[in-house]
């Protein structure tokens, strides 16, 4: 079985509890709880250590786990089971297990690889070994089993062959023990084996663990409890605490610096005391560990016990000054409120109001027992004392408990918050606000008050005659109040004017101010509004707390009491000691290159090629608590915003090189780290491609000259043959608008001559008419004057007729024109009349006017009538002709 070892580097570490320091007694520190597959089923955990950066250490079943308070990592090594372990810093540890034990060392990828050690692996030669403890003794590894001693020094192994069967060896002060069974205690100096003392006959105690106090060597053993060696002598220590680990048998032990002690046990789970005996926590299922057996136990530097559980790993906060009440065995739910009157603890839960002696909260007892007070059954919100009686805000309404009687006013269900305000009580209720008023010894119901409804969870008075209410989901009213608490006036402030959600209202002195989820406001009296002010460093908080208006309550002047889920949690003010840690150190944990087909882990000043220009970086403080970090790539980028994350993904990073710098801020201190790498830049900058890409270059200018001349003689003699073909084309350009010209020139003569024509036709034909006129005139009155001549008697005869026919000519109509239109046209005329059988002689008359271009104007003066008849022939003559409106009438003459 394993038996625990004392590491050697407990006082490097800075690990230990400042001298004297006193750990809060009240409740449990914070407890974290790891599963087998967190750490990768690595089997139970045998021995744990820490380095001194603070990373965690476990020899586990099949391997060595690694922790370093964020990731598990596991090596596997020996093949045999991992017993004990020896952590000389992170990059070089020694473990033991079945018939082996080796060295790990850490190789630049950060991953650790094992070497065995041990000579008679290969030929066991029916050596059956198990390497339980590992020590380091003057600058010596030792190696421990049962019946051998291995001593490695300036990488050369020693071993030493005993007759004992040891079941156990543990370093003190320096010095190393070991335990013989039926033997007794033996001291292992310069390289041999000395009897400090024997056991009695009748006591042959296993030892489980070893510690130096009062200038007296103790002991603890598995089943027998405490002894202690003193004056030559081993005497069994008769207390409570010994009768206690005699019962739980001890398995595993650690010191925690001079002040306390742990133990673990196979049955109870884990006792811390202090040197006196007295028990500090007693921690088992009933508080929330996985088992009560526990394996192994080590105080690392960072304040916290680490137990090897026979199921699982957890770990305590001791260094903290917030403990834990945690309802494991649902004996009083989750805790909403709490007072203390009379040294008496009274605790609101889910479940009602429940009592304990404030002395029974002190975590020295299996759990912790609560009384329900019978009668309080359901939710209670509120607790607060009043005339040294106390006043419970529950669900069904107002209760009064007071010389261990609990009675219920009448009033209102459902009480968030209780407010004393002179000779008045005021509730906050699901609806609205009571008013209660003292009548003789009791407290009578008045009245609800008027205007403000809603669930009223916040009443503050800012001062006597001002009420703040929160209404959640509502927002905030202030009401100014009368004598009598009715409302005269009153401002909303709707939730909705806050950024963040949980609207929580505080008064600090006279002032009011409201704290959001993300912000806080101070409340201007002046301007009647609320202003945003600096958003404060956030203050201590349990684990869990419940979120809104659930705020931390000072129960007496060393302690304050959180309301958390399943249970509560207690702040010891008073606190002011903290574990004297090392200096934190800031560790790279993972650095992988990759894409989107393959990831390779690299180190810094590794050179990447330009495929893998994507990293994944892991950064770690190991172990500590309330840790942030911020990063910069290069000088040129800023600082990113403190953040808890770990994690920094670089994708696709240019060629070049770089330095990532990551710092991180934690209890004060500050501490960075540098990573440098390069990433390669692809064939196509490289300087055989620049090369290339000259020779190349030249040839394009070449090439581009060469086309360049070729292209300008082309473009000369396109040039050239553009020129020409321009000049052509403004040749023939001229010649059709000579053409053209001419053609004008010769329509414009065809028109005049066309006039010049028909005004000659006109005019020969009233000449021709008068000419014939004339001549037939001249020729008759030449026959008369004959007639005349030949017969003078007959002269007065004639000459009357000669005059007769004068007048006759001179008055005659004229038809002689309208004869010779006739006549001219009979051709057009014929055509006409083919195609038009139903044409009169006056219509095909109009249709040779109109042929030889007279208007109807024109026509209407030869033909001695109105213009207007002249247009109403011209359409009847259309109609006829069956033109239609867009036909030209002049077009269809001229075409026959």
């Known amino acids: 079985m394993k038996l625990k070892t004392t590491n050697f580097f407990l006082f490097v570490l800075g690990s230990l509890l400042a001298f004297g320091q006193t750990i809060p007694q009240k409740g449990m520190p914070l407890l974290t709880n790891y599963t087998p597959q967190q750490y990768h089923q690595q089997g139970k955990v045998w021995d744990i250590a820490s380095a001194p950066n603070g990373m965690v250490y476990m020899a586990a079943d099949r391997g060595l ?18 017993r004990s372990l020896l952590v000389i810093n992170d990059s070089l540890i020694y473990t033991g297990s079945d018939l082996d034990f080796g060295v790990w060392t850490r190789n630049m990828f950060q991953d650790f690889e094992y070497a065995s050690l041990y000579p008679f692996k290969e030929n066991p030669q029916q ?27 300036n990488q050369q192994l020693t071993r030493i062959t005993t007759t004992n069967n040891f079941t156990g060896s543990f370093s003190v002060d320096n010095t ?23 056991f009695p006959d009748d006591l042959q105690p296993e030892i489980a663990g070893m510690y130096s106090w009062n200038n007296n060597l103790h002991l603890v053993s598995k089943n027998a409890g405490l002894f202690v060696y003193s004056n030559n002598k081993l005497k069994p220590v008769n207390t409570d605490l010994s009768a206690k680990l005699e019962q739980g048998n001890v398995f595993s032990f650690e010191q925690i610096s001079d002040a306390y002690l742990a133990f673990g046990t196979v049955l109870q789970g884990l006792y811390i005391t202090d040197m006196n005996g007295n028990v500090i926590h007693h921690v088992n299922k009933y508080k929330g560990l996985f088992s009560n057996t526990i394996l192994s136990l080590h105080y690392g530097n960072s304040g916290k016990m680490w137990l090897g559980l026979d199921y699982g790993i957890s770990s305590l906060l001791l260094n903290h000054n917030i403990t834990y009440f945690y309802d494991f065995r649902g004996d009083f739910g989750t805790g909403y409120t709490a007072t203390v009157i009379n040294e008496q603890f009274y605790l609101g839960t889910n479940q009602g109001l429940y009592k304990s002696s404030w002395s029974d909260l002190d975590n020295n007892k299996s759990f912790n027992s609560f009384q329900l007070v019978s009668g309080t059954e359901g939710q209670v919100w509120t607790l607060q004392k009043i005339d040294n009686k ?5 669900d069904k309404g107002l209760y009064i408990w007071s010389d261990n009687n609990l009675y219920k006013p009448e009033g209102p269900t459902g009480v968030w918050t209780i407010v004393r305000h002179k000779d008045f009580i005021l509730t906050g209720n699901y609806n609205g606000i009571a008013v209660f008023e003292k009548s003789g010894n009791e407290w009578v119901f008045q009245k609800k008050m008027d205007l403000i409804l809603g669930s009223c969870n916040q009443l503050i008075f800012e001062n006597d005659s001002t009420l703040w209410v929160n209404i959640p989901n509502f927002g905030l009213i202030r009401a100014l109040l009368d004598k009598n608490l009715n409302p005269v006036d009153r401002k909303i402030f709707p939730d909705s004017l806050f950024a963040g959600t949980a609207l929580s209202l505080e008064k600090h002195e006279r002032n009011i101010q409201l704290q959001t989820s993300t912000s806080q406001y101070l409340f201007d009296s002046r301007s009647n509004q609320f202003e945003l002010g600096e958003n404060p460093k956030q203050p201590q908080m349990a684990e869990n707390t419940l979120t809104g208006v659930y705020q931390p309550l000072p129960l007496q002047s060393d302690y304050a009491f959180y309301p958390v889920f399943n249970g509560f949690a207690l702040k010891y003010l008073n606190y002011t000691g903290q574990v004297a840690q090392a200096s934190p150190t800031l560790v790279f944990r993972d650095i992988q290159a990759f894409n989107n087909f393959e990831q390779r882990a690299i180190v810094s000043g590794d050179e990447l090629p330009p495929r893998l220009n994507s990293l994944n970086i892991t950064f770690v403080v190991p172990n500590r608590n309330d840790v942030e970090y911020q990063y910069k790539l290069n000088k040129t980028m800023d600082w990113s915003v403190w953040s808890p994350d770990n994690t920094v993904s670089l994708i696709g990073l240019k060629h070049g090189r770089y330095k990532f710098n990551v710092r991180a801020r934690t209890s004060g201190h500050l501490v960075e780290s540098e990573l440098t790498f390069r990433v390669l830049a692809p064939w196509y900058f490289s300087w055989p491609a620049f090369v290339v890409y000259l020779v190349v270059i030249g040839l394009i200018i070449l090439a581009i000259r060469y086309k360049h001349k070729s292209s300008l003689k082309k473009q000369q003699h396109l040039c050239l043959l553009n020129e020409q073909n321009a000049l052509l084309a403004q040749e023939e350009k001229h010649r059709e608008k000579i053409s053209t010209l001419e053609q004008q020139k010769l329509m414009d003569e065809y028109e005049q001559l066309k006039q010049q024509l028909k005004a000659k036709t006109i005019e020969l034909a009233g000449k021709a008419k008068e000419n014939e006129d004339k001549n037939r005139l001249l020729l008759s009155i030449k026959e008369k004057f004959e007639i005349i001549q030949n017969d003078p008697y007959t002269s007065k005869v004639r000459l009357a007729e ?42 095909l008359r109009w249709c040779a006017y109109l042929k030889v271009g007279l208007n109807s104007k024109e026509i209407a003066e030869i033909l001695n009538i109105q213009p207007s008849s002249a247009y109403i022939s011209r359409s009847r003559l259309r109609k006829k002709l069956g033109l239609k409106p867009e036909e030209d009438l002049y077009d269809y003459l001229n075409a026959i």
């Open 390 to 394: 106390l006043f419970i805000g529950h």
């Open 127 to 153: 050596i059956n070994e198990e390497f339980w403890d590992i020590h380091y003794v003057n600058e010596s590894v030792v190696f421990v089993s049962s019946q051998y001693i291995y001593v490695y020094q």
């Open 176 to 198: 190393l023990y070991l335990a013989d069974k039926n033997k007794g205690l033996y001291v292992f100096e310069n390289a041999k084996i000395d009897l400090m003392f024997s």
């Open 802 to 843: 000669i005059r007769r026919m004068l007048d006759a000519y001179i008055n005659t109509e004229d038809k002689t024109f309208e004869i010779q239109m006739d006549e001219l046209h009979q051709e057009f005329f014929k055509q006409l009349k083919e195609l038009q059988p139903s044409l009169s002689g006056n219509d």
């Open 65 to 82: 786990l690694e922790f370093d308070g964020k990731q598990w990592k596991a090596y596997q090594g020996s093949a045999g089971f991992n």
